[in-house]
């Protein structure tokens, strides 16, 4: 046609037959609220610059992938730094700003990396970091 989403259309189609995708995606209740959307293109949310409805933050809230992202970036970040400040021999005082909260998944993500870091065998023998 005349905008070229003929080929777009295909492959979401496609990717709905897969067995993969299957009744335990189709059928919950995430996906009888996406049902509407799902054949069509979306322009781009912009949060920072569209007012955007509560249930638009609870679908940005349920994407697993980025808030993993985020702790997993956070995480490797706390290892550098932890590591730079072990080899110095000084004490570490570890202080996350979090701008643009939101309702807290990444303040979740922020904690949940403390945590681990905490856990890992290579601090065990260290004194804790101060958050």
């Known amino acids: 046609g005349v905008s070229n989403c ?27 609220l996406e049902e509407p959307y799902l054949d069509h293109l979306q322009r781009p949310l912009q949060p920072l610059g569209d007012h ?13 992938v980025k808030y993993a992202q985020y702790q997993q970036a956070i995480l490797l970040a706390l290892r550098d730094g932890w590591s730079s400040v072990v080899a110095l021999g000084k004490a570490m005082r570890v202080t996350i700003l979090v701008v643009g909260a939101g309702r807290g998944p ?3 993500a ?5 945590r681990q870091v905490r856990s890992l065998p290579e601090f065990a023998n260290q004194p804790p970091l101060q958050s």
């Open 6 to 32: 003929l080929p777009y259309l295909q492959y979401i189609r496609h990717l709905r037959q897969r067995p993969e995708v299957g009744a335990q995606m189709l059928d919950t209740t995430e996906s009888a």
């Open 52 to 64: 955007l409805e509560f249930q638009t933050y609870e679908t940005f809230e349920k994407d697993p």
């Open 106 to 108: 990444l303040v979740t």
């Open 110 to 114: 922020a904690l949940e990396a403390i």
